[in-house]
């Protein structure tokens, strides 16, 4: 695993305009970066980073049915107490997801170590799926990058699968596409998210969160008043059950995507829990509720993070009894987990953390993210991959 400097190619950010990926650059800083990229080998993608993915993902499963028959449990995650039994239906029926993405610590040499998991409302898909393929693609027939150079990369072909499966289980009905206005990024996502779904044979339609209203029988519409019946929303479910239309919620006949069981996987309650249910797990890192955050090593380091804590908001790392590191934002009322602090790999001046990607219950590929700073957040650069040897 090694940074690897590369010529840009010419004229790419008109290409990306024209494509629609209008957020390569934002607040006048790089966000896709292409003066270099990281360089793995065939073994560590299979078995450091594919291979822990697809264990890491029946982990939070096993998780979910834990806390499903649990109140307590129920009661770590801060959701509501009226929109439980709402959750506990959606996963008794087991309703279809779509895709979800680990956040993992990764060198090259050691066991990857798990974050975090971003699995109701994942974002850097895109660059991920489609836009790093693209450069893989045209640096190779520059003969920048030898012919027989691979990338961790089927997400593309995965997520219109997904679609093409969950098309069969919703036969009858179109699908709305929502997200919050002014957030370049999200609907950016929106977008190629629903390009696949067009490319699955789903009817879309797009509709912005802030629009969707809701008739007299407690059912969600577009601005055309079109019942939704079908939707995915690239919006948490933490905010939706904190929304006006919240007491909606149970009785509306909308499918979702994703479903509600996974406002139990968008939430950092999952990682005590995992490590309480999977103790010493290889690719786990110890992490307690705040009544047992004792038992972490000061020495080691202890990071901090707010349960609903999204984009690495709100996020402190405390070694030796000193913040080495914190990020702004206004999460945390909602409580606090602690786990063990593991450094992310460094290269140059930038540090690393390696996204894997889940479609359906498969592992896709994955995106890697650098920052100077040890908190990785929105606005950290995304440098794209390569396998070779």
Same mark, same amino acid.
């Given at each position: 695993?090694?940074?690897? *400097?590369?010529?840009?190619?010419?004229?790419w950010?008109? #290409?990306? %305009?024209e @494509?629609g990926?209008?957020? $390569?650059t934002?607040?006048g800083?790089?966000?896709?970066?292409?003066?270099?990229?990281?360089?793995?080998s065939l073994?560590?993608?299979e078995?450091?980073?594919?291979?822990?993915?697809?264990?890491?993902?029946?982990?939070?499963?096993h998780?979910?049915d834990?806390?499903?028959?649990?109140?307590?449990?129920?009661?770590?995650?801060?959701?509501?107490e009226?929109f439980?039994h709402?959750?506990?239906?959606?996963?008794?029926r087991r309703?279809?997801?779509?895709?979800g993405?680990?956040?993992?610590?990764?060198?090259?040499?050691h066991?990857?170590?798990?974050?975090?998991?971003?699995?109701?409302?994942?974002?850097?898909?895109?660059?991920?799926?489609?836009?790093?393929?693209?450069?893989?693609?045209q640096?190779?027939?520059?003969?920048?990058? *030898?012919?027989?150079?691979?990338?961790?990369?089927s997400? #593309?072909? %995965?997520? @219109?699968?997904?679609?093409r $499966?969950?098309?069969?289980?919703?036969?009858?009905k179109?699908l709305?596409?929502?997200?919050?206005?002014?957030?370049?990024?999200?609907?950016g996502?929106?977008?190629?998210?629903?390009s696949?779904?067009i490319?699955?044979?789903?009817?879309?339609?797009?509709?912005?969160?802030?629009?969707?209203?809701?008739?007299?029988?407690?059912?969600?519409?577009?601005?055309?008043?079109?019942?939704?019946?079908?939707?995915?929303?690239?919006y948490?479910?933490?905010?939706?059950?904190?929304?006006?239309?919240?007491?909606?919620?149970a009785?509306?006949?909308t499918?979702?995507?994703?479903?509600?069981?996974?406002?139990?996987?968008?939430n950092k309650?999952?990682?005590?829990?995992?490590?309480?249910?999977?103790?010493?797990?290889p690719?786990?890192?110890?992490?307690?509720?705040?009544?047992?955050?004792?038992?972490?090593?000061?020495?080691?380091?202890?990071?901090?993070k707010?349960?609903?804590?999204?984009?690495?908001?709100?996020?402190?790392?405390?070694?030796?009894?000193?913040?080495i590191?914190?990020?702004?934002?206004?999460?945390?009322?909602?409580?606090?987990?602690?786990?063990?602090?593991?450094?992310?790999?460094?290269?140059?001046?930038?540090?690393l953390?390696v996204?894997?990607?889940?479609?359906?219950?498969?592992?896709?590929?994955?995106?890697?993210?650098?920052?100077?700073?040890?908190?990785?957040?929105?606005?950290?650069?995304?440098?794209?991959?390569?396998?070779?040897?």
């Amino acid at each position: 695993m090694i940074k690897v *400097p590369i010529n840009e190619r010419p004229n790419w950010r008109t #290409q990306a %305009q024209e @494509i629609g990926f209008k957020f $390569h650059t934002m607040h006048g800083q790089p966000y896709w970066d292409e003066r270099a990229y990281y360089q793995f080998s065939l073994k560590q993608i299979e078995q450091g980073i594919e291979a822990p993915t697809v264990e890491l993902h029946q982990m939070l499963l096993h998780v979910v049915d834990k806390v499903c028959n649990d109140d307590a449990l129920m009661q770590r995650f801060a959701i509501p107490e009226p929109f439980w039994h709402m959750i506990r239906r959606s996963w008794l029926r087991r309703d279809p997801h779509l895709y979800g993405r680990f956040d993992l610590c990764y060198d090259g040499r050691h066991n990857a170590k798990l974050l975090e998991a971003n699995y109701d409302t994942p974002t850097s898909l895109f660059e991920s799926a489609y836009w790093q393929w693209i450069w893989l693609e045209q640096q190779v027939s520059a003969g920048l990058l *030898p012919k027989h150079t691979d990338q961790f990369n089927s997400i #593309q072909e %995965q997520l @219109i699968a997904r679609f093409r $499966h969950l098309h069969k289980l919703n036969r009858s009905k179109g699908l709305h596409f929502s997200c919050c206005k002014d957030t370049v990024e999200d609907k950016g996502t929106i977008d190629y998210l629903k390009s696949c779904a067009i490319e699955a044979g789903i009817r879309s339609k797009f509709v912005y969160i802030e629009d969707i209203g809701i008739d007299t029988h407690r059912q969600f519409t577009d601005l055309d008043d079109t019942s939704i019946s079908w939707c995915f929303k690239l919006y948490p479910w933490e905010f939706m059950f904190e929304d006006e239309y919240a007491y909606a919620l149970a009785d509306s006949k909308t499918t979702w995507l994703e479903p509600s069981w996974k406002a139990l996987l968008s939430n950092k309650a999952i990682l005590p829990l995992l490590w309480q249910h999977f103790p010493n797990h290889p690719n786990l890192l110890p992490a307690y509720f705040s009544d047992q955050k004792h038992q972490l090593s000061t020495r080691q380091g202890i990071v901090k993070k707010p349960i609903f804590s999204r984009e690495g908001a709100n996020i402190e790392i405390r070694q030796n009894n000193q913040v080495i590191a914190q990020s702004s934002g206004s999460y945390g009322e909602e409580g606090f987990v602690y786990q063990a602090y593991s450094p992310l790999p460094k290269f140059e001046d930038e540090y690393l953390v390696v996204g894997s990607w889940v479609v359906g219950d498969e592992p896709s590929g994955m995106g890697l993210r650098a920052d100077k700073s040890l908190i990785t957040q929105d606005l950290s650069r995304f440098i794209p991959h390569i396998i070779l040897g």
